[in-house]
């Protein structure tokens, strides 16, 4: 836990909450989409989306357009701004990481290697 609070914490923008960067980062991953659907990827209600989606929209990082068959909904997606953003705070965790995994003994690193194979063969179940 201590280890992926760290990693969170090497941010760039601290104006960007970790709930509006999974926000974002979701919509980079799957692409435009309604806010309810990224309230279910996100496993949060719609009003509590609602309240994000407006928040990054005010930031100049999310648009929002017409939904092309649903006239009562609309689609959201990012911004250049977003894109960048969500880059930047990619590249401050990689370089934090790869400062912390320089430090270690190559067997360490291969401890590491094989425990990683282990966690991705566990979470696949």
């Known amino acids: 836990m201590r280890f992926s609070r760290r990693l969170r914490n090497q941010r760039v ?4 909450t970790l709930t509006h960067l999974s926000a974002l980062s979701t919509l980079k991953q799957h692409g435009p989409m ?10 949060v209600q719609p009003p509590s989306m609602t309240r994000v989606v407006v928040a990054l929209e005010g930031m100049g990082l999310l648009t929002r357009s017409p939904h092309p068959t ?6 959201i ?9 969500l880059s930047a705070e990619a590249q401050a965790r990689e370089a934090w990481l790869t400062g912390e995994l320089a ?7 291969t401890i590491l290697r094989e ?11």
Do not use: C, F, W
């Not at 309604?34 to 496993?43: D, F, N, V, Y």
């Not at 649903?70 to 689609?75: E, F, L, M, T």
């Open 13 to 16: 923008d601290t104006s960007v």
């Open 34 to 43: 309604s806010p309810g659907e990224l309230a279910g990827h996100e496993r």
């Open 70 to 75: 649903d006239g009562r909904q609309v689609v």
């Open 77 to 85: 997606d990012l911004t250049p701004e977003a894109v960048a953003l």
């Open 103 to 109: 430090g270690l003994t190559d067997e360490e690193r």
């Open 115 to 125: 425990a990683s194979t282990i966690m991705e063969k566990l979470a696949g179940r």
